[in-house]
């Protein structure tokens, strides 16, 4: 099959990673991660299933976004590395953040202590600004969740997957967000009533994010992500702002404009707190 050569994708030979002495490391929608050795050093090796790869228009979609996630270079968001040349897979490989997913620090780890939830929180809005800040369009991540978050060994969050979300919106020939049930529970409620978005629902799940990382875990937990979204989008329900554990300024300031209902109404994640605005670069698929 090959790469499609319309799409510029730096292409990695297979013969240069070793796929045979990789470890599993994580499964998500697309298919399952991996760690291998490139050129000695390690890796994370992104399969993505046949079922989503195998249909050319779907797979298409897979290496633009791969494409535009080459060219973006922050500290704050995992650098993509190439594609594999492989005959019978797709297969991409990025860097490899051996400290896991906030998920996983958050399930570990319970509440954060102030200053790290404030050090992450800027982490992940500093990777996000330099995504909504990109020229000529903004890129809007789409499924901003605490497994789309991951940790470096110096303790620092990167951000991945922005934009592929999309792909299996497409795929459906509809409008739903990753088959992960994650997705649901960070969901800005335009996104769950099908209208069309912009970079605010970025904002909208960063919110929640700052708020889990203070609460120490998701609220409504014993609801489906589902559920939680349904009622986010049409009751306005909301988590608690009004827990001890969460800091004044966070508590009055940030977190309700972030979780308005109308997006515009949202605070951007920039420092300087102007209004997101309606961002036509986002309209939906
Ligand atoms: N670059 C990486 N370095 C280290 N671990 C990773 C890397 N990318 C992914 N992982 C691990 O693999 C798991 C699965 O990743 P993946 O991005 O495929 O799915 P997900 O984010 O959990 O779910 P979804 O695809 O639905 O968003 C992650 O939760 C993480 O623990």
Known sequence: MGLDSQTPCYEIDSSEVD??????????????????????????????????????????????????????????IVQF?????????LI????????????????????????????????????????????????????????????????????????????????DNGYKMTGGTGSYRYMAPEVYRRESYGKSIDVFSFALIVHEMFQGGPSNNAETGEQVADKRAYEDSRPSLSSYIYPDPIKMQASPRMLAQEPRLQTDIRRNNRTAGDDPTGSAI
């Not at 697309?30 to 390690?42: C, D, F, I, M, Q």
């Not at 590395?81 to 897979?89: A, E, F, I, S, T």
């Not at 509440?111 to 369009?137: C, E, F, S, W």
């Open 92 to 171: 991409f490989i990025t860097e490899y953040l051996r400290n896991g997913s906030l998920y996983d620090i958050l399930r570990k780890k319970g509440r954060l202590d102030q200053q790290t939830a404030v050090a992450y929180a800027l982490d992940i809005a500093r990777g996000m600004n330099y995504l909504h800040q990109h020229k000529p369009h903004a890129i809007i991540h789409r499924d901003l969740t605490p497994r789309n978050v991951l940790q470096d060994e110096a303790g620092h969050l990167k951000v991945t997957d922005f934009g592929l979300s999309k792909i299996s919106q497409k795929r």
């Open 81 to 89: 590395l190439g594609v594999l040349k492989n005959p019978d897979r």
């Open 19 to 76: 796929m045979e002495e990789s470890k599993l490391i994580g499964e998500g929608a697309y298919g399952e991660v991996y760690l291998v050795k490139w050129r000695g050093t390690e890796v994370a090796a992104k399969t993505i299933r046949s079922s989503i790869s195998s249909i050319e228009i779907v797979k298409k979609a897979f290496l633009k976004e791969l494409a535009l996630w080459q060219k973006l270079r922050h500290p704050n």
